[in-house]
């Protein structure tokens, strides 16, 4: 996946709120793009794989996660490997409606819970 096709066909499909930011999320060909503001009229984007959500979904449907459980209990290193792939992967979740963040925590991780409804 290359830079000059990474934005061929970016559709908007929501946004998640973080502890300090907004994230915006698109969906395109390469998968989720997700857009971080780091400066006015500056933005980080990383990318999420597009099986991501459905991996989430399926494995953890109705329960409360951590970025921490999706490393330990993910088996995904291929999609999971670093925190804010992790990290990315559940604000993806958000935005697509599949999740909520929580207002509580456990200890200083966020939580999320996962939609119960199948997708």
Avoid: C, W
């Avoid at 400066?39 to 329960?63: C, D, L, M, Q, W």
């Avoid at 490997?81 to 200083?108: E, H, P, S």
């Amino acid at each position: 996946m290359g830079v000059k096709t990474l934005f061929n066909g970016a559709r908007f499909v929501g946004q998640a709120e973080g502890d300090r930011r907004k994230y915006y999320v698109f969906e395109a060909a390469a998968g989720y793009l997700v857009a971080a503001p780091q400066a006015p009229h500056s933005y980080s984007v990383t990318v999420t794989k597009r099986e991501a959500p459905e991996v989430i979904s399926n494995k953890f449907r109705g329960r409360q996660i951590t970025v921490s459980t999706l490393k330990t209990k993910g088996h995904r290193p291929d999609l999971f490997a670093r925190y804010f792939d992790r990290l990315n992967a559940l604000y993806v979740m958000v935005a697509l409606g599949k999740a909520r963040k929580l207002k509580k925590r456990l200890g200083k991780a966020m939580l999320f819970k996962i939609s119960s409804a199948k997708s």
